[in-house]
């Protein structure tokens, strides 16, 4: 069993910069692939990105070049920085390393 702990989200404004943290705990051993999901409201669950252990990253199209994924292998923790936030952005934001999924976190971007 893995367990995961995002970090806070918030309020913003847009074109403001968050940064969301994930540190997963349990039964890890050698995680290969991070992510991050969101969802927002009225609509499905979508992938915003991944990261492998050896540092390879694939980002959704709308995020593309705005969002950076990272991780620190040592804590087991993946990294979400979002810059240039837009209101579109707004959602629930999940940490998924396979098959478990954190709780999520609110990140609603609003002037």
């Known amino acids: 069993q893995v367990q995961l702990v995002e970090s806070w989200g918030g309020l913003v404004q847009p074109g403001v910069s968050l940064r969301l943290s994930c540190a997963a705990s349990g039964s890890i051993f050698a995680i290969n692939v991070m992510g991050w999901y969101r969802q927002a409201p009225g609509k499905t669950r979508e992938w915003v990105a991944t990261i492998t252990r050896g540092g390879s990253t694939n980002y959704a199209d709308s995020v593309k070049g705005r969002f950076t994924i990272s991780r620190d292998n040592a804590k087991n923790t993946v990294y979400l920085q979002m810059n240039s936030l837009k209101p579109e952005d707004t959602a629930v934001y999940y940490c998924?390393?396979?098959?478990?999924w954190g709780q999520g976190t609110q990140v609603t971007v609003s002037s």
């Open positions: 998924v390393v396979p098959p478990n």
